[in-house]
């Protein structure tokens, strides 16, 4: 289990990609799966914590990738549901973006309302998994 100290900006970040996997709607729905209390989850975002082991238990129980969860690199390993239908799902590419690139897009993503996370996609993909989504999509739908 991690025992490295979160500031309250990645705590925050860390919170705001469960949600984005776990496809949750608000922070009490997120305290519930983590099996504590909304305040509990809070305090976390504004004052930072020593330990995440629910955080880590939680990406074990959800089959997440906890390097995606911590940090934001790498993939999640799940499909992500959509609910608007003109949004493409996309996976990282080959290349890798710049940590420093990472974490302002993450802090950006902290600062906006759980709609708009759900909205932005954080992974580009090559055009043939594109295709290869689209057509799956024409034929199931």
Known sequence: ????????????????????????????ELAKRL??????LK???SRGVNSMADVELLCNKERLKREW????IGEAKIIFPIKDPRV??????????HPDVVL???????QMSEEQ????????????LLSELMEERKKAG
């Open 117 to 128: 996370q759900r909205d932005v996609l954080k992974y580009a993909e090559e055009k043939k």
């Open 1 to 28: 289990m991690s025992t490295k100290k979160f500031t309250n900006v990645q705590v925050a970040e860390i919170h705001a990609r469960l949600m984005l996997a776990l496809d949750l709607s608000s922070k009490t």
């Open 104 to 110: 302002k897009i993450n802090q950006l993503l902290a």
């Open 69 to 72: 969860v911590f940090s934001g």
């Open 88 to 97: 493409l799902l996309v996976a990282e590419p080959e290349i890798s973006i």
């Open 43 to 45: 305090n976390r975002e």
């Open 35 to 40: 099996a504590i209390s909304i305040q509990t």
